[in-house]
């Protein structure tokens, strides 16, 4: 969840962006006044609420929005359950016999009266108010509900969680940089990688000078405009590597975002260290890919008889780092298998790219691939096999990965 681009406060230092994070020391007190402030309306119609209390007691219109947006996480606005006929439905039936007894027109001296002449009309039972039935569904009418137990830690993480998260909704590309000495650079690289192929976000990977640079491509990149549900995957990236991150010495994540193009907008670095949490099951976005393919053909080559290895340690080409899917080892001889699941026309360009750069280096590469990526892969000059999926599993020629592969080990 975004709390939205025009709600994102900056902290300009020189040519450099900040976001605005949260900190336990310094707004504890505040974030248990907003608790308070909740704890006093739960059970108030959200029209009976004073939020200007809230917002002044903030100080910060930016901040003010954002702070409702995490608190939906602990309290919701839920509509009264009176009843079970649609109020939308209830209202065109209304109308009607407005038009039809009334010439569409109740003047308001009439209209109690009215209302108790059609809510017999309806068969309406009981004591119920026909103008609380009709306008239940509406915002201003919704009561404030506490759905979960708040407190200030959590609250402050989730803040920052939300924080990064709007930004990379908005981003071009995100890029991450490590000094070359630090320890854990096969974990993060590996950590990143696996992530970024689980949930269908676009990265490269390779040394620079004395740094290893990865890049994640961001929605603003690949669709021209903002989109919350592939930001949240680069959020949940970047959430499960900070605790990586930030133990070691020389590190940065920036990003380039929708208005500040020219301004490097710094996300975490050794520097800024912001507490966040981890996005769990609850926040956890879909994967873009049926990961039951690669689990599948993974299977198959295993009641195949041949050794694979998945998860492999990132390996170095020159300047560049890659990670295959799997690697087949047999008499000291190794050939690495890339799955490509079919994707937009954009990833396709930048996944061709990356492989022409890996098999000017490494021959021994055969690609498992989706037929509609046919027109895309068959310009590489290595072995492809497609598969089609029938009833959510894919169908390929293994008796061709096998002569492949033997063919390999043969030579």
Not at 49 to 63: A, F, T
Request: glycine share 4%; hydrophobic share 40%.
């Amino acid at each position: 969840m975004t709390y939205g681009r025009k709600n994102l406060k900056l902290l300009y230092k020189g040519n450099l962006a900040y976001p605005y994070y949260m900190d336990k020391y310094r707004d504890e007190t505040l974030i248990k006044d907003v608790i308070k402030f909740y704890e006093d309306n739960v059970g108030k119609r959200y029209s009976d609420i004073d939020w200007d209390e809230l917002r002044i007691m903030v100080g910060d219109d930016k901040l003010y929005n954002a702070i409702k947006r995490v608190m939906m996480f602990f309290y919701r606005h839920k509509s009264k359950d009176l009843t079970s006929i649609n109020p939308q439905l209830l209202r065109i039936r209304v109308f009607q016999f407005v038009n039809k007894l009334y010439g569409g027109f109740v003047p308001s001296n009439e209209r109690k009266e009215a209302l108790t002449k059609i809510r017999s009309l309806l068969g309406i039972q009981g004591d119920l108010n026909l103008d609380d039935i009709l306008w239940i569904d509406d915002f201003d009418e919704t009561i404030l509900t506490k759905i979960r137990e708040p407190s200030a830690e959590e609250i402050i993480r989730l803040f920052n969680l939300e924080t990064i998260d709007t930004i990379c909704t908005n981003a071009y590309k995100i890029f991450i940089e490590i000094k070359k000495g630090e320890t854990s650079l096969g974990t993060i690289s590996k950590t990143i990688g696996k992530l970024s192929k689980i949930y269908g976000v676009i990265y490269d990977a390779r040394y620079d000078s004395s740094l290893l640079k990865f890049s994640l491509e961001g929605p603003r990149t690949l669709f021209r405009r903002s989109m919350a549900s592939y930001g949240s995957r680069i959020s949940l990236i970047l959430s499960s590597v900070a605790s990586i991150l930030y133990p070691l010495s020389s590190w940065i994540v920036y990003t380039y975002i929708n208005g500040l193009r020219r301004t490097r907008l710094v996300i975490m670095s050794n520097k800024l260290r912001p507490s966040i949490s981890r996005m769990d099951t609850e926040y956890k976005v879909r994967e873009v890919f049926d990961s039951s393919i690669e689990e599948s053909i993974y299977n198959v080559l295993i009641s195949l008889g041949i050794d694979v290895h998945r998860e492999e340690e990132p390996i170095a080409l020159g300047d560049l780092l890659y990670i295959p899917d799997f690697k087949v080892c047999r008499n000291r001889k190794c050939f690495y298998i890339e799955v490509i699941g079919y994707w937009r026309k954009e990833y396709i360009e930048k996944k061709m790219y990356k492989l022409s750069e890996i098999i000017k280096i490494v021959n021994e590469i055969l690609i498992i691939a989706d037929e509609r990526l046919k027109q895309y892969l068959d310009r590489l000059k290595i072995p492809i096999i497609y598969y089609t999926v029938i009833h959510g599993k894919p169908v390929l020629n293994y008796r061709r990965v096998l002569e492949i592969l033997n063919s390999n080990y043969n030579s």
